[in-house]
């Protein structure tokens, strides 16, 4: 069997990418199904939803770099003469469903893998891809946007392959022609006109990519999220120090499947007293006030508010309360954080220094989230890593008199 196409057939490589790229699909898709169906209520029950997702998302960034290769193949080579010239309707319906396919095997995939890149945690996409792609921030707005383009994209090409699959088998069956045969072998074929392209078919393919967007768009896949739990009105605490908001934030992370996944609150609220003059043991006193639904963590925010993890419905803040003293080249505040219904003692030395009236304030600190109760169903650590890191930047000045 020749490698390269004639007029007449399909050469071997064609063939090889068809099949290769049918059999991807038709795993792709179920896969996908099955793993969004999963629970995650346990370790055991987030690792296997993990491993499908994973992949899941592997098995589509190798669909990517099929179809690259396939349609640069197709390019190259001579598009075999449609054995029904005559049947303009049906020959511009094939060629529209052609493009389809090869411009959702690259759209399907690429939004996806966007989607992942922009976010962070959970199933990360195995060796040799990345996880991260050049000119895509991590970003919840992009990823939130890409997310609903794979599942856009996604029904446009298993409905172009329903069609793909159902025009193969009628020309198979009803019509008794060679179209499925040239596929499949090298059948014997009368002398064929060559292949003419329809101008008309990349055009009603933009259409139809486009109405698919436009029916996304009014079924609301493109608005916000919808909040798992309402984000507290925290209020203004009175406080000698004034936080600068744009400069300020209270950052965490933790491992997840070997993955660090990065996440902050938006919302916070501290009453701070603070004496430069005051002995080093008096220095002063913290209290800071977190809205907990305020929390972004990439891919796994919903699932971090939910019952078995900070349960935001039911503990809205988190109150972190410590007294301020002064030891060597550094500051140390001592006191309770509590999150949900769990009171901790804790410590945490940060930096502190001035320019001027400005005080800038850093530290960060270690948690073990089982202290809290957070994540207790995740007893395995290589699924949820115990320890949290909480990283605090604060710029403020004082208030006014």
Known sequence: MPLANTTQHYGSLTKTFHW?????????????????QLPYDTSEEL?????????HKTLGVTVFFVALARIGWAISQPKPAELHPDRKLETLAAQT??????GSLLLVPLSGWIHHAATTGFAPIWWPFGQNLPFVPKDNDLAHTFASLHIIFERVLAATLL?????????????KDQTLRRMLSTPKLPELAAHQSKAAAPVLALGAWAAALAIG????????????????????????????????????????????????????????????????????????????????????TDQAMGFDYFNAPEFPTAVFEA????????????????????????????????????????????????????????????????????????????AEP
């Open 47 to 55: 690792a296997r939803k993990a491993f499908l997702f994973s992949l």
């Open 217 to 300: 768009a009014s079924i609301g896949l493109f608005a916000a999220k919808d909040i798992v739990a309402a984000v507290p009105q925290l209020q203004e605490a009175p406080s000698d120090w004034v936080i600068v908001t744009e400069s300020s934030r209270i950052g965490i992370a933790t491992t997840q499947f070997g993955a660090t996944v990065e996440g902050e609150f938006a919302q916070w609220t501290t009453e701070i007293k603070y004496d430069r003059d005051a002995p080093p043991e008096e220095k002063g006193s913290v209290r800071t006030t977190i809205a907990i639904p305020s929390l972004t963590l990439g891919a796994v």
């Open 20 to 36: 290769l790229t049918a059999a991807l699909i038709i795993t792709l898709i179920p896969l996908g199904i099955i793993a969004n």
């Open 163 to 175: 069609l793909h699959i159902a025009g193969a088998l009628k020309h198979h069956f009803i019509d």
């Open 323 to 398: 007294d301020i003293a002064e030891g060597g080249d550094s500051h140390i505040a001592t006191g309770t954080l509590t999150i949900k219904d769990k009171t901790v003692p804790i410590t945490m030395p940060f930096d502190l220094g001035f320019e001027g009236d400005t005080a800038f304030m850093s530290g960060t600190i270690t948690l073990d989230r089982r202290e809290y109760g957070i994540g207790d169903n995740m007893t395995d650590e290589a699924s949820l890593a115990f320890p949290v890191t909480v990283t605090i930047n604060i710029e403020a000045n004082p």
């Open 97 to 102: 469903a052609h493009w389809l396919l090869y």
